[in-house]
C-alpha cells in the first residue's frame, strides 16, 4: 500500500516524512528519525519502554500508527535535557542509582516527566502507581520511586525559589 | 509483531465516519484509542483493511452532567474520566472503576466509547454501564438509535452495532447512594479475575434498589437482576449479600484461562461481589 | 611530608576505590537516550531477517513452499534447512554438548521452532513474506511431560540421535533420556535414610520460567567480502566464546571475526547462548554481502529463547529426633525441552547442583539428575543463577521446612543447629565442593533480630487463633531462608564451556599523563562494570576511578574473557583485574626506586605514590612515575607501562545471605501482601555498596515474579500458554515489594581483594523466601509442599483443599 505524508514535531523540530499508515509511531522515530533513545520492550503495550510524551500525554508508541501520530507534537528523552543541562529526573536518576541496563530508562523517564506534570509532589504511592505502565527488569523500582520523590522535591524547591 | 497494511482515513464528523463504514462495511473498524485493536492487528489476529480514525471528530468528545443526566461522548478518554470533578462529584463509581483499568499510558489512550463497543469480555466500562442503566447512541447512515447496554452485548466481540454504525455517545442517569467496582487482577494491566459493579440505595435501614453487574466471567457482561432483586427488601444482612451471590453464581459462565479454573473464578466472583456490596453499602 | 600533600584518607576517598558508592559512568549516557543496543544499529544497505516458525510442538515437515514469499517485492531469500545443510549449518552445536537444529531439518520439536528465514528490505516485508510461506506439516504426538517422556512406548523425539545411546555426558537409558549425572556416596546415603530416627520425603518442583530480560535478542551480521571479515554485533554475554564457536562451525578463521557485544538491555541468563537467529543472519550476510539484522520479538523471546528451571526434584533428609540433620538424597528430573542447550560448564550438566546440601553441615549425600527431552523450548539456561544454584538453593531450602514440620520444630532453630560453623571453612561438603569462607550463624542472628523474629512467631500464632475463631479471613506467613551460593566459574581445572577454560582476563594501559583505561574479557548488562572495575582499579594503582575508562565487549580489542553470566564477573574478571593492577605496580615501583635514585624495596605504596621508607618527604605519585614511563630511558626497564593478567581463580566463591520474607495471604481470594522483606548478603569485601544493594533489589524483585506467578506454561499439545507480557508476570513498581537490605562481609580468603560476587544471589535467595512464607502461612492447617508459582488460584487452591473455604 501506499506512503502517506506525515508532519511531526519531535523535540521541538518540524519533521516531514513518508511513511506507510501502518508503521508504528516507535519505528517511525528510531528508523526514520534517528531518534533511537525509546525502545521496544514487548510489542504489546505492557512494558512501557517505547513511552514518549505525545500531545501532552504518555503514550506506548509501539501502539500507535504513524498514520494517527500525524501533526502530533511529540517529546521524546532527547528533548528533556541535553548535556550542558539535564534535566532534574535524569539528575535524579543518576544520583539514585535508578537505572542498570539503561533500556527502559528513557521511556521510565519521560513517563515521570508526565507524571509529574501532573502531579508534583506525589507520595510514594502515587509513584508506584502512576508509572505502573512501564516495566523494568533490573532495579526492583525501588530507586526509580526514590529518583523521582527526589526529583519533585527538586523542582518544587526550584519553583517556590523562583516565587 | 508488524501489522498487515491498511487504508487510513481520518473523518472529521460522525456522518463522514460513518459513511466511511457504510462503503466499507466489514472491511472497515472504527480506531478509537487502539489499545485493543491495534495489538490484535500486530498480532495479525484482526484484519482490518480500511481503518476509520475518529481523534478529528470532536462532537465525540466531552463530558456533560446536567439535571442529574450524564451524557459522555464516545471518544473520551479514561483518564478524562478520572479528572472530570463534576463526573467524579455525581458519579464517584466511574472513577473508582476507570483507575483500575490498564496502565496509566493505556488509560491516556483508551476510550469509554472504545471500551464498551469493542465487545470484550475482559473490558470493564461495558458491566459498569449495564450496572449503571446506560444507553447507548449509535449513528448509522439512516440515523442515530439508541441501545440499552443491558441489550447491547450478544457474544464476545459481537454487539447489536451493526459494521456501519458508530458508537457516538453514553448516557446514563447519575445514581443515587452507594456505589463500589471491585476487581481482582493479577496485576496492573491485567484484565479482571472477576470484577462487581454494584449500585445500592437504602431508606430506613433497607435497601430499596440494587444494580449488580459483573465482569469477565461469560462471554458478555452479566447483569444480574436476579442478584439485585435478592437484596431488595433487606437489610443487607449476611443472608441476602448470600443470597445474592448464589444468584449471581447462576448467571455467570467463567472460563479456565491461565488467571485460574472455574471453580477458583466462581468463587472469586463471590467473594470480590460480596466486598462490593458491603462496600457499597457502607456508602449509601 | 610535602606541606601540599592532602592526608592519606584524602587522598584515599578521592581515588573512589573499594568501598564507595560511586555514581555510575554509564548513566550519562542512558538517561539521554543515548545508549547504542543492538536494535539501535543501523548500516547502509541492512537487511532484516524474520522466521517462519512452527506452530505445533511436533510434526514432520513435509514440505516449505516459498515462491509466494519470494515474489513478494522487497524479498531477497528464503533460507531453510535444505539451503543451510550444504554449509553444514542446518544444525549447530550447543553449550552443553548436544546439537540443535538451526532451521526445521525434517521435523520441529517444539511450537515456535524456526522453519525458515526470511530476508527483506525492510522489517515490514520481512513479516508479510513470512506470512507467505506455505509450510505443510504433519502433525505427530506430542509430549510435554518428562515423566512421561521415558515411558518404554514414548514417541522418539529426537530421531537424529536414534540408535546412538551415548550421549555428551555418558550412557543414554532411554531414547529420549539426555544423561545421569550422580554426585556423593549413594551407598552411603541410602545407608543414612535407612537407619535414621527421621527422614521427610518430597517432591519439589521448580517450574519453567524464563529471563526475560526487557531488550529481546537479536544481532546484526555484517560480511565485509572485500576484507573477508565478519563482524557481528549482537546482545553476547560471552562474546569471545560466540567468536569462537562461530569459527568452528563456519570455518571462517577466528582472526577474521570480530564479536561486539554494544549496550546490553539486561541478560539474566537469556544471552548466553547461541540461538538460531544468529547463525541465520550471519549466513544471510555472507550470502548476500550485506549487513543483515535479527531482533527477535517478545512473543519469540518467551516461546524460543533460553528457558529456565524446569526441575522435579524427589528429596529425602534424614535427621535425629532433636534435629541433626545426617544425610540427604536427591533425584531430579530435568526437562531441557527438545534440545539440552543449558550452557553449564561442560563437566557440569546440571550445573552446580551439587551445592544442594545449601548452608548445611551433611555428612552425607548424594544427589542423580536425568536428562529428559520434551516438546518444549531448548535450555535451560541459569536465569540470574551460577549454573542450577537456584534449584539447588529452593531444593534444600524447602526440605528444610519439611524436615522442620516433621520435627514439629521451629525452621529457624532448624536451620541454626545444622549451619556449617565459621570455624569448619574451608569445609569439604559432602558433594564434593570446598566452601571458602563463612560465618552463617552471626548473618542468620542478625537477621532474625531485624526482623523481631519471636515477635512475628507470636504475632502468628495469635493470627491462626483469630483465623480459628473466625475473625479474620488472612494468615501471615513468615518465609525463612539461608542460601549459600557457588560462584565464580570457575577455575580451569573442571570448569570448561566447550574446551575453553572459564578464567577471565584484564587489560590495563596506563596513559603519559597518569589516566588510564582496562579492558576485560567480561560483559556488562546494567551491572555497572565501568564503574565498579575501575574502582578495583583506583585501589589497585592510585589513580582516580573518574580516570580510568573500562572497555568490555569488542573481542578485536578486549582480552580473551568467558563473558558475564554465572555471577562471575567479580570472582574471575574482577580479580584479573586486581591482578593486572598489581602487575602495573610492580613494573612502577621499579620505576619510582630508580627516580628516587634507591632500591627497589626501599620504596613502599601508599595511596597513590610510592614513598622512600623512613623518608616520607620523598616520594613518586602513580602520575609522576607513569610520565616517567614514557619519557625516560630507564636502564633494564622497558619503556612504557601496561599490564595483562590472565586469572584461573583457584577456588569458586561462596556467597550467602539470610532473607525473610513477612507475607498476608488473603485466604478467599488467594492474593498476597508483602508487609516485610529482609535480605542480608554477605558478598565478602563489597565494591560500590549502592551498586550491591541495586542488584539485591532488582534480583530479589525477580524471585518475587518467579515465586508469586510467573511462569512458560504449556498445554498437552504444547502450545505456550504465556506468550505475552499480558500472561507472562512481570511486576510493576505497584505490585513489587519495598526491600530492607542489610550485609555482614566475610571476605573470600583466595580472592585477591576477597569480593565474592552477588548479582545473582538476591534471586537464588528471595525465591525460597517468598515461597516459604506461603507454606508458612498454611503450616499450621497442615500444608508441607505446594508448587511454585504462587499465583491467585494455585494459593487458593491451597486453601481449597485444606477445607478452608468452609
Given at each position: 500500500?501506499?506512503?502517506?505524508?506525515?508532519?511531526?514535531?519531535?523535540?521541538?523540530?518540524?519533521?516531514?516524512?513518508?511513511?506507510?499508515?501502518?508503521?508504528?509511531?516507535?519505528?517511525?522515530?528510531?528508523?526514520?528519525?534517528?531518534?533511537?533513545?525509546?525502545?521496544?520492550?514487548?510489542?504489546?503495550?505492557?512494558?512501557?519502554?517505547?513511552?514518549?510524551?505525545?500531545?501532552?500525554?504518555?503514550?506506548?508508541?509501539?501502539?500507535?500508527?504513524?498514520?494517527?501520530?500525524?501533526?502530533?507534537?511529540?517529546?521524546?528523552?532527547?528533548?528533556?535535557?541535553?548535556?550542558?543541562?539535564?534535566?532534574?529526573?535524569?539528575?535524579?536518576?543518576?544520583?539514585?542509582?535508578?537505572?542498570?541496563?539503561?533500556?527502559?530508562?528513557?521511556?521510565?523517564?519521560?513517563?515521570?516527566?508526565?507524571?509529574?506534570?501532573?502531579?508534583?509532589?506525589?507520595?510514594?504511592?502515587?509513584?508506584?502507581?502512576?508509572?505502573?505502565?512501564?516495566?523494568?527488569?533490573?532495579?526492583?523500582?525501588?530507586?526509580?520511586?526514590?529518583?523521582?520523590?527526589?526529583?519533585?522535591?527538586?523542582?518544587?524547591?526550584?519553583?517556590?525559589?523562583?516565587? | 509483531?508488524?501489522?498487515?497494511?491498511?487504508?487510513?482515513?481520518?473523518?472529521?464528523?460522525?456522518?463522514?465516519?460513518?459513511?466511511?463504514?457504510?462503503?466499507?462495511?466489514?472491511?472497515?473498524?472504527?480506531?478509537?484509542?487502539?489499545?485493543?485493536?491495534?495489538?490484535?492487528?500486530?498480532?495479525?489476529?484482526?484484519?482490518?483493511?480500511?481503518?476509520?480514525?475518529?481523534?478529528?471528530?470532536?462532537?465525540?468528545?466531552?463530558?456533560?452532567?446536567?439535571?442529574?443526566?450524564?451524557?459522555?461522548?464516545?471518544?473520551?478518554?479514561?483518564?478524562?474520566?478520572?479528572?472530570?470533578?463534576?463526573?467524579?462529584?455525581?458519579?464517584?463509581?466511574?472513577?473508582?472503576?476507570?483507575?483500575?483499568?490498564?496502565?496509566?499510558?493505556?488509560?491516556?489512550?483508551?476510550?469509554?466509547?472504545?471500551?464498551?463497543?469493542?465487545?470484550?469480555?475482559?473490558?470493564?466500562?461495558?458491566?459498569?454501564?449495564?450496572?449503571?442503566?446506560?444507553?447507548?447512541?449509535?449513528?448509522?447512515?439512516?440515523?442515530?438509535?439508541?441501545?440499552?447496554?443491558?441489550?447491547?452485548?450478544?457474544?464476545?466481540?459481537?454487539?447489536?452495532?451493526?459494521?456501519?454504525?458508530?458508537?457516538?455517545?453514553?448516557?446514563?442517569?447519575?445514581?443515587?447512594?452507594?456505589?463500589?467496582?471491585?476487581?481482582?487482577?493479577?496485576?496492573?494491566?491485567?484484565?479482571?479475575t472477576a470484577?462487581?459493579?454494584?449500585?445500592?440505595?437504602?431508606?430506613?435501614?433497607?435497601?430499596?434498589?440494587?444494580?449488580?453487574?459483573m465482569?469477565?466471567l461469560a462471554?458478555?457482561?452479566?447483569?444480574?437482576?436476579?442478584?439485585?432483586?435478592?437484596?431488595?427488601?433487606?437489610?443487607?444482612?449476611?443472608?441476602?449479600?448470600?443470597?445474592?451471590v448464589a444468584?449471581m453464581k447462576s448467571a455467570i459462565d467463567p472460563q479456565e484461562?491461565?488467571?485460574g479454573p472455574v471453580e477458583f473464578k466462581t468463587h472469586v466472583a463471590g467473594v470480590v461481589l460480596?466486598?462490593?456490596?458491603?462496600?457499597?453499602?457502607?456508602?449509601? | 611530608?610535602?606541606?601540599?600533600?592532602?592526608?592519606?584518607?584524602?587522598?584515599?576517598?578521592?581515588?573512589?576505590?573499594?568501598?564507595?558508592?560511586?555514581?555510575?559512568?554509564?548513566?550519562?549516557?542512558?538517561?539521554?537516550?543515548?545508549?547504542?543496543?543492538?536494535?539501535?544499529?543501523?548500516?547502509?544497505?541492512?537487511?532484516?531477517?524474520?522466521?517462519?516458525?512452527?506452530?505445533?510442538?511436533?510434526?514432520?515437515?513435509?514440505?516449505?513452499?516459498?515462491?509466494?514469499?519470494?515474489?513478494?517485492?522487497?524479498?531477497?531469500?528464503?533460507?531453510?534447512?535444505?539451503?543451510?545443510?550444504?554449509?553444514?549449518?542446518?544444525?549447530?552445536?550447543?553449550?552443553?554438548?548436544?546439537?540443535?537444529?538451526?532451521?526445521?531439518?525434517?521435523?520441529?520439536?517444539?511450537?515456535?521452532?524456526?522453519?525458515?528465514?526470511?530476508?527483506?528490505?525492510?522489517?515490514?516485508?520481512?513479516?508479510?513474506?513470512?506470512?507467505?510461506?506455505?509450510?505443510?506439516?504433519?502433525?505427530?504426538?506430542?509430549?510435554?511431560?518428562?515423566?512421561?517422556?521415558?515411558?518404554?512406548?514414548?514417541?522418539?523425539?529426537?530421531?537424529?540421535?536414534?540408535?546412538?545411546?551415548?550421549?555428551?555426558?555418558?550412557?543414554?537409558?532411554?531414547?529420549?533420556?539426555?544423561?545421569?549425572?550422580?554426585?556423593?556416596?549413594?551407598?552411603?546415603?541410602?545407608?543414612?535414610?535407612?537407619?535414621?530416627?527421621?527422614?521427610?520425603?518430597?517432591?519439589?518442583?521448580?517450574?519453567?520460567?524464563?529471563?526475560?530480560?526487557?531488550?529481546?535478542?537479536?544481532?546484526?551480521?555484517?560480511?565485509?567480502?572485500?576484507?573477508?571479515?565478519?563482524?557481528?554485533?549482537?546482545?553476547?554475554?560471552?562474546?569471545?566464546?560466540?567468536?569462537?564457536?562461530?569459527?568452528?562451525?563456519?570455518?571462517?578463521?577466528?582472526?577474521?571475526?570480530?564479536?561486539?557485544?554494544?549496550?546490553?538491555?539486561?541478560?539474566?541468563?537469556?544471552?548466553?547462548?547461541?540461538?538460531?537467529?544468529?547463525?541465520?543472519?550471519?549466513?544471510?550476510?555472507?550470502?548476500?554481502?550485506?549487513?543483515?539484522?535479527?531482533?527477535?520479538?517478545?512473543?519469540?523471546?518467551?516461546?524460543?529463547?533460553?528457558?529456565?528451571?524446569?526441575?522435579?526434584?524427589?528429596?529425602?533428609?534424614?535427621?535425629?529426633?532433636?534435629?541433626?540433620?545426617?544425610?540427604?538424597?536427591?533425584?531430579?528430573?530435568?526437562?531441557?525441552?527438545?534440545?539440552?542447550?543449558?550452557?553449564?560448564?561442560?563437566?557440569?550438566?546440571?550445573?552446580?547442583?551439587?551445592?544442594?546440601?545449601?548452608?548445611?553441615?551433611?555428612?552425607?549425600?548424594?544427589?542423580?539428575?536425568?536428562?529428559?527431552?520434551?516438546?518444549?523450548?531448548?535450555?535451560?539456561?541459569?536465569?540470574?543463577?551460577?549454573?542450577?544454584?537456584?534449584?539447588?538453593?529452593?531444593?534444600?531450602?524447602?526440605?528444610?521446612?519439611?524436615?522442620?514440620?516433621?520435627?514439629?520444630?521451629?525452621?529457624?532453630?532448624?536451620?541454626?543447629?545444622?549451619?556449617?560453623?565459621?570455624?569448619?571453612?574451608?569445609?569439604?561438603?559432602?558433594?564434593?565442593?570446598?566452601?571458602?569462607?563463612?560465618?552463617?550463624?552471626?548473618?542468620?542472628?542478625?537477621?532474625?533480630?531485624?526482623?523481631?523474629?519471636?515477635?512475628?512467631?507470636?504475632?502468628?500464632?495469635?493470627?491462626?487463633?483469630?483465623?480459628?475463631?473466625?475473625?479474620?479471613?488472612?494468615?501471615?506467613?513468615?518465609?525463612?531462608?539461608?542460601?549459600?551460593?557457588?560462584?565464580?566459574?570457575?577455575?580451569?581445572?573442571?570448569?570448561?564451556?566447550?574446551?575453553?577454560?572459564?578464567?577471565?582476563?584484564?587489560?590495563?594501559?596506563?596513559?603519559?599523563?597518569?589516566?588510564?583505561?582496562?579492558?576485560?574479557?567480561?560483559?556488562?548488562?546494567?551491572?555497572?562494570?565501568?564503574?565498579?572495575?575501575?574502582?578495583?582499579?583506583?585501589?589497585?594503582?592510585?589513580?582516580?576511578?573518574?580516570?580510568?575508562?573500562?572497555?568490555?565487549?569488542?573481542?578485536?580489542?578486549?582480552?580473551?574473557?568467558?563473558?558475564?553470566?554465572?555471577?562471575?564477573?567479580?570472582?574471575?574478571?574482577?580479580?584479573?583485574?586486581?591482578?593486572?593492577?598489581?602487575?602495573?605496580?610492580?613494573?612502577?615501583?621499579?620505576?619510582?626506586?630508580?627516580?628516587?635514585?634507591?632500591?627497589?624495596?626501599?620504596?613502599?605504596?601508599?595511596?597513590?605514590?610510592?614513598?622512600?621508607?623512613?623518608?616520607?618527604?620523598?616520594?613518586?605519585?602513580?602520575?609522576?612515575?607513569?610520565?616517567?614511563?614514557?619519557?625516560?630511558?630507564?636502564?633494564?626497564?622497558?619503556?612504557?607501562?601496561?599490564?595483562?593478567?590472565?586469572?584461573?581463580?583457584?577456588?569458586?566463591?561462596?556467597?550467602?545471605?539470610?532473607?525473610?520474607?513477612?507475607?498476608?495471604?488473603?485466604?478467599?481470594?488467594?492474593?498476597?501482601?508483602?508487609?516485610?522483606?529482609?535480605?542480608?548478603?554477605?558478598?565478602?569485601?563489597?565494591?560500590?555498596?549502592?551498586?550491591?544493594?541495586?542488584?539485591?533489589?532488582?534480583?530479589?524483585?525477580?524471585?518475587?515474579?518467579?515465586?508469586?506467578?510467573?511462569?512458560?506454561?504449556?498445554?498437552?499439545?504444547?502450545?505456550?500458554?504465556?506468550?505475552?507480557?499480558?500472561?507472562?508476570?512481570?511486576?510493576?513498581?505497584?505490585?513489587?515489594?519495598?526491600?530492607?537490605?542489610?550485609?555482614?562481609?566475610?571476605?573470600?580468603?583466595?580472592?585477591?581483594?576477597?569480593?565474592?560476587?552477588?548479582?545473582?544471589?538476591?534471586?537464588?535467595?528471595?525465591?525460597?523466601?517468598?515461597?516459604?512464607?506461603?507454606?508458612?502461612?498454611?503450616?499450621?492447617?497442615?500444608?508441607?509442599?505446594?508448587?511454585?508459582?504462587?499465583?491467585?488460584?494455585?494459593?487458593w487452591?491451597?486453601?481449597?483443599?485444606?477445607?478452608?473455604?468452609?
Amino acid at each position: 500500500m501506499g506512503k502517506m505524508h506525515i508532519k511531526l514535531t519531535v523535540n521541538g523540530k518540524e519533521e516531514e516524512l513518508l511513511a506507510e499508515p501502518r508503521e508504528l509511531l516507535i519505528h517511525v522515530l528510531r528508523e526514520e528519525l534517528g531518534i533511537t533513545g525509546p525502545h521496544i520492550g514487548c510489542e504489546t503495550s505492557h512494558c512501557g519502554a517505547c513511552t514518549v510524551d505525545m500531545n501532552g500525554k504518555s503514550v506506548k508508541s509501539c501502539t500507535v500508527f504513524a498514520a494517527q501520530a500525524n501533526g502530533a507534537e511529540i517529546t521524546t528523552i532527547e528533548g528533556l535535557g541535553n548535556p550542558d543541562g539535564l534535566h532534574v529526573l535524569q539528575e535524579m536518576f543518576k544520583e539514585h542509582h535508578g537505572l542498570q541496563c539503561g533500556f527502559c530508562t528513557p521511556g521510565m523517564i519521560t513517563r515521570a516527566y508526565r507524571f509529574l506534570q501532573e502531579n508534583p509532589d506525589p507520595t510514594e504511592e502515587e509513584v508506584r502507581f502512576g508509572m505502573s505502565g512501564n516495566l523494568c527488569r533490573c532495579t526492583g523500582y525501588q530507586n526509580i520511586v526514590k529518583a523521582i520523590l527526589a526529583a519533585a522535591a527538586e523542582m518544587n524547591a526550584a519553583k517556590e525559589a523562583a516565587q | 509483531m508488524i501489522p498487515n497494511s491498511f487504508q487510513y482515513h481520518r473523518p472529521d464528523s460522525v456522518d463522514a465516519a460513518v459513511a466511511l463504514l457504510t462503503q466499507y462495511g466489514d472491511e472497515a473498524r472504527p480506531l478509537a484509542g487502539g489499545h485493543s485493536l491495534i495489538p490484535m492487528m500486530k498480532l495479525r489476529m484482526a484484519d482490518v483493511q480500511h481503518l476509520v480514525d475518529l481523534q478529528a471528530i470532536g462532537s465525540l468528545k466531552g463530558i456533560a452532567v446536567a439535571g442529574g443526566t450524564v451524557t459522555i461522548g464516545a471518544m473520551t478518554t479514561q483518564h478524562e474520566l478520572i479528572n472530570d470533578a463534576a463526573l467524579a462529584k455525581a458519579v464517584p463509581l466511574i472513577r473508582e472503576a476507570s483507575l483500575q483499568i490498564a496502565d496509566p499510558q493505556v488509560r491516556y489512550a483508551g476510550t469509554l466509547g472504545g471500551n464498551v463497543a469493542n465487545g470484550d469480555p475482559g473490558n470493564d466500562m461495558p458491566g459498569l454501564m449495564q450496572c449503571l442503566d446506560a444507553v447507548y447512541t449509535l449513528s448509522g447512515p439512516d440515523g442515530a438509535r439508541e441501545v440499552a447496554a443491558r441489550d447491547f452485548y450478544e457474544a464476545a466481540y459481537f454487539t447489536a452495532r451493526e459494521d456501519n454504525e458508530l458508537l457516538v455517545s453514553v448516557r446514563f442517569d447519575a445514581p443515587k447512594g452507594g456505589y463500589a467496582y471491585e476487581k481482582q487482577k493479577r496485576k496492573i494491566g491485567d484484565y479482571a479475575t472477576a470484577a462487581a459493579a454494584v449500585l445500592i440505595e437504602k431508606s430506613g435501614g433497607k435497601c430499596t434498589s440494587a444494580s449488580i453487574a459483573m465482569t469477565n466471567l461469560a462471554d458478555t457482561p452479566v447483569w444480574c437482576a436476579a442478584a439485585s432483586e435478592a437484596l431488595v427488601g433487606s437489610s443487607l444482612d449476611d443472608a441476602a449479600i448470600g443470597a445474592a451471590v448464589a444468584a449471581m453464581k447462576s448467571a455467570i459462565d467463567p472460563q479456565e484461562d491461565n488467571r485460574g479454573p472455574v471453580e477458583f473464578k466462581t468463587h472469586v466472583a463471590g467473594v470480590v461481589l460480596a466486598r462490593a456490596i458491603s462496600r457499597a453499602a457502607s456508602r449509601a | 611530608m610535602n606541606e601540599m600533600t592532602p592526608p592519606k584518607e584524602e587522598r584515599s576517598a578521592a581515588l573512589k576505590g573499594l568501598g564507595c558508592s560511586r555514581k555510575r559512568v554509564e548513566d550519562a549516557r542512558f538517561t539521554q537516550g543515548k545508549g547504542n543496543y543492538v536494535d539501535d544499529i543501523k548500516m547502509p544497505g541492512m537487511l532484516f531477517g524474520d522466521f517462519v516458525r512452527s506452530p505445533y510442538a511436533h510434526a514432520r515437515v513435509k514440505s516449505i513452499n516459498a515462491d509466494k514469499a519470494k515474489a513478494l517485492p522487497g524479498v531477497i531469500a528464503v533460507l531453510t534447512a535444505a539451503d543451510l545443510a550444504p554449509l553444514n549449518l542446518h544444525w549447530m552445536p550447543t553449550l552443553a554438548g548436544d546439537k540443535q537444529m538451526v532451521l526445521a531439518d525434517g521435523k520441529v520439536l517444539f511450537q515456535g521452532q524456526e522453519v525458515a528465514f526470511v530476508v527483506a528490505t525492510d522489517r515490514y516485508v520481512a513479516a508479510d513474506a513470512v506470512e507467505l510461506v506455505e509450510v505443510e506439516y504433519e502433525e505427530l504426538p506430542v509430549i510435554v511431560d518428562p515423566f512421561k517422556a521415558l515411558a518404554k512406548d514414548a514417541t522418539v523425539l529426537r530421531e537424529d540421535l536414534e540408535g546412538n545411546m551415548e550421549g555428551a555426558h555418558g550412557p543414554r537409558r532411554h531414547h529420549n533420556h539426555i544423561f545421569t549425572w550422580e554426585q556423593g556416596d549413594k551407598e552411603a546415603t541410602e545407608k543414612v535414610l535407612g537407619s535414621a530416627e527421621v527422614v521427610a520425603e518430597e517432591m519439589v518442583f521448580y517450574h519453567r520460567t524464563h529471563p526475560c530480560p526487557i531488550e529481546t535478542c537479536g544481532c546484526v551480521a555484517s560480511m565485509d567480502k572485500v576484507n573477508g571479515k565478519l563482524t557481528v554485533w549482537g546482545t553476547f554475554q560471552a562474546p569471545h566464546a560466540v567468536r569462537t564457536v562461530a569459527s568452528l562451525i563456519s570455518g571462517i578463521a577466528e582472526h577474521n571475526i570480530r564479536i561486539i557485544s554494544p549496550d546490553i538491555g539486561g541478560g539474566f541468563g537469556n544471552k548466553v547462548g547461541v540461538y538460531p537467529g544468529y547463525i541465520c543472519a550471519i549466513v544471510a550476510s555472507i550470502v548476500t554481502g550485506v549487513p543483515v539484522k535479527w531482533v527477535e520479538d517478545r512473543m519469540e523471546n518467551l516461546m524460543a529463547t533460553a528457558f529456565a528451571r524446569d526441575y522435579w526434584m524427589k528429596g529425602k533428609i534424614a535427621a535425629t529426633k532433636d534435629g541433626r540433620i545426617t544425610g540427604l538424597w536427591c533425584h531430579t528430573t530435568a526437562d531441557h525441552g527438545a534440545f539440552d542447550a543449558c550452557a553449564d560448564p561442560s563437566k557440569f550438566p546440571a550445573g552446580f547442583m551439587n551445592i544442594c546440601t545449601g548452608s548445611y553441615d551433611i555428612p552425607t549425600a548424594y544427589l542423580a539428575v536425568d536428562g529428559v527431552y520434551t516438546n518444549k523450548a531448548p535450555g535451560g539456561v541459569a536465569y540470574r543463577c551460577s549454573f542450577r544454584v537456584t534449584e539447588a538453593a529452593y531444593f534444600i531450602e524447602r526440605m528444610i521446612e519439611v524436615l522442620a514440620i516433621e520435627l514439629g520444630m521451629d525452621a529457624a532453630e532448624l536451620r541454626a543447629k545444622n549451619f556449617i560453623r565459621k570455624e569448619q571453612f574451608p569445609y569439604q561438603s559432602a558433594l564434593g565442593w570446598e566452601y571458602d569462607s563463612g560465618d552463617y550463624h552471626t548473618a542468620w542472628d542478625k537477621a532474625l533480630k531485624a526482623v523481631g523474629y519471636e515477635d512475628l512467631r507470636k504475632e502468628q500464632a495469635q493470627r491462626i487463633a483469630d483465623f480459628k475463631a473466625g475473625k479474620t479471613r488472612k494468615l501471615l506467613g513468615i518465609g525463612l531462608t539461608h542460601f549459600t551460593e557457588i560462584v565464580g566459574a570457575g577455575p580451569v581445572k573442571n570448569c570448561d564451556i566447550l574446551g575453553l577454560g572459564m578464567f577471565d582476563s584484564c587489560e590495563i594501559r596506563i596513559h603519559p599523563t597518569g589516566s588510564a583505561i582496562a579492558r576485560l574479557g567480561t560483559i556488562s548488562q546494567g551491572q555497572g562494570h565501568a564503574t565498579t572495575f575501575a574502582q578495583i582499579l583506583a585501589s589497585e594503582i592510585g589513580i582516580p576511578a573518574d580516570d580510568i575508562t573500562l572497555e568490555e565487549g569488542d573481542t578485536d580489542t578486549a582480552p580473551y574473557g568467558l563473558g558475564t553470566y554465572g555471577s562471575r564477573s567479580t570472582p574471575v574478571a574482577g580479580a584479573a583485574t586486581a591482578m593486572a593492577g598489581r602487575k602495573i605496580r610492580a613494573k612502577a615501583q621499579m620505576i619510582a626506586a630508580y627516580l628516587l635514585e634507591v632500591h627497589d624495596g626501599d620504596v613502599e605504596w601508599e595511596v597513590d605514590r610510592f614513598v622512600v621508607k623512613g623518608a616520607p618527604e620523598r616520594f613518586k605519585t602513580m602520575k609522576e612515575i607513569a610520565f616517567a614511563a614514557y619519557n625516560q630511558a630507564i636502564p633494564g626497564i622497558e619503556p612504557g607501562l601496561e599490564a595483562v593478567s590472565y586469572y584461573d581463580p583457584p577456588n569458586m566463591t561462596y556467597p550467602f545471605g539470610a532473607y525473610i520474607c513477612v507475607m498476608e495471604i488473603d485466604v478467599d481470594t488467594g492474593e498476597h501482601e508483602i508487609r516485610q522483606f529482609y535480605a542480608l548478603d554477605d558478598c565478602g569485601t563489597r565494591i560500590n555498596p549502592m551498586i550491591i544493594e541495586g542488584q539485591v533489589h532488582g534480583g530479589a524483585t525477580e524471585g518475587y515474579a518467579i515465586a508469586m506467578g510467573q511462569e512458560i506454561a504449556y498445554d498437552e499439545i504444547g502450545n505456550v500458554k504465556t506468550g505475552t507480557l499480558m500472561d507472562f508476570f512481570l511486576p510493576t513498581a505497584w505490585e513489587t515489594p519495598h526491600y530492607i537490605t542489610d550485609h555482614t562481609v566475610t571476605p573470600s580468603p583466595h580472592h585477591p581483594i576477597g569480593a565474592k560476587g552477588v548479582g545473582e544471589s538476591p534471586n537464588v535467595g528471595s525465591v525460597p523466601a517468598f515461597s516459604n512464607a506461603v507454606h508458612d502461612a498454611f503450616r499450621a492447617f497442615g500444608l508441607r509442599q505446594a508448587h511454585m508459582p504462587h499465583d491467585h488460584w494455585r494459593i487458593w487452591k491451597i486453601a481449597n483443599d485444606l477445607g478452608l473455604h468452609g
